[in-house]
Structure formats: C-alpha cells, structure tokens
C-alpha cells in the first residue's frame, strides 16, 4: 500500500515521504479499513507516541495522522459491533501506525459507523475537534443548559465545533477569535463575539466554563472572567496555576464510540458542520504539515 511515514525525529517535514509499505494486519479486536480521507494534527512529529510504542520501543518508520474515514475491509478475532463493508469514521490510536496511509489497522472501539448522507471528508475532520469539544465541554466542563461557556478559538477546528454543540445544549455562548472570523461565528451559534486583541475579554460578565484552546496569556486573563466555582478547561498545556474559587483542568482527547456516534447523529441532521479549510492528496500531504500552510478549519487528505 502507499504510505506517507515519517523516518527520523527532529527532521519534521524534511523527514515525511509517500513510500510502500506492507498492508496491516488486524490483531484482535482490531479492524483494517480502507482509508478514504484521514485528518492530522502538524503537532504530532513532536509526540513521542509518534516515535514509540507503549512499551518505549521505537517504532520508525512511523505513518501520522490520526483521524480516519473509510470502509471496514477486515475483522481481527473476536472483533464486535463493526462489519466488513460498513462506512466507520474515528480517532486511531496515538501509538500506533496512522490514518495517512491507503490502509490502517484500528481497534473496532475507537470507530463508529458512519451515516450513508456524510462524506468521508466532512467525517474526516470530525474525530479529534468532535471529541475534544465533546469532552471539554460536558465531560470535563460539566456544561448545563442555561450556563455560560466562554470559547476561545471560536474560529478554529475545534473551537467551531464547540460552538455548536454549546448552542444546541442551550447555554449562552462567547466566542472569541479574530476579528475577520466574527461573522462566521455568531453564524455557528455564539451569542456574542470578543476579540482577545481588544482587551474587551476582561470587560465580560463572569462565566461559568472557559473552554481554553490556546493556553499561556489567554488562560491567566481567563481566570479574571470565571464565575465563583466555575472551571477553566484547556488542552494547550497543564495549568501553571488554580482559580482562587474554581478549577483548572488540562486533557488530552480519548477515543470513544458513544460520543463518535453522538457526533455522526448531528452529522447526518445536519446539526453540526465542521470547517474544512483544504483538501490535498496523499502525496501531497507532507506539504501540509509545512510551516505557513496552515488554513482557517481542518485540512483533509483525501486518500482514495
């Protein structure tokens, strides 16, 4: 199969070429699937999952990307609840093998079925922004209906998303980002919008969750706008410190096939619309990973 890996740290996209590799296998309870799209986040060359196992073994070469759209081609032993042919989108594993390749071997529990009305592409930028927004915002963030959320990011992959699902809960929602993209994002569904260039961020009436994509100067102006008791919760980086009345929480996004199903329902109803700023091929995808190519929303690989 054609593969882009990636073959020595440090290297970044000097070291990403399209080669053959050998087809996966599915081990048990895994599922082989024809990548039709995959996503990737240009972060990942730096992980050290992207180098080693679980174990700590190296594992170079190495295929990134980790967001996956395709069609179920094989079932390991003892493999549930998918089936050869069906349509499954999902989060792989970080320690293993990726999605940027023509075939990936996954865990059938990190895929969920894909509806027959979502593209592979749209469901391709789904995984990592639909997951981290859904346990940011009601896993971790515990956002109720009736509350405030402040996003930052609003513009972005995930933090559009977040958007989204905050409104339809029926929580009032800012959104904050750049002013080109205010439009767009009273569009998605906030109520309000800041520009975090203006300093109107602390101006705001206190809020009961921040959901923080960007971390550093944000995260400390965040703590001036959190309601007593509320939470601040951010994927950028562990906190350096605490809200004097409140919490701080850092995660890193976690398969999950409940919360993937979740996600295609409002796919397919049309209640969720992820942005996709790019589409490029296979061969082009270390291009993508490039300084200075980055695009407002997900770049999609399109593989088959």
Known sequence: MKAVIVTEQGQGVEGMTLTDLDSPHAA????????????????ELTWPATWTDRAGRSRTPSVPGHELAGVVVGLGYGTTGLTVGQRVFGLADWARNGALAEYIAVEARN????????????AAAVPISGLTSWQGLFQHGRLETGQSVLIHGAGGAVGSIAVQLAHELGARVIGSGRTEHEDSILELGADEFVDLESGRLESLDPVDLVFDV????????????????????????PPPRQPEDGQAIFFVVEPDRAQLAELARRLQDGRLKPIVGAVRSLADAPAAFAPGTRVRGSTIIAVA
């Open 214 to 237: 960007i971390g550093g100067e944000v995260f400390e102006r965040s703590l001036g706008v959190l309601r007593a008791g509320g939470r601040i919760v951010t994927i950028a980086a």
């Open 111 to 122: 895929l969920a079925p894909l509806p027959a009305n979502v593209d592979f592409v749209t």
């Open 28 to 43: 048990e309870n895994d599922v082989v699937v024809r990548v039709h799209a995959a996503g990737f986040t240009t972060g």
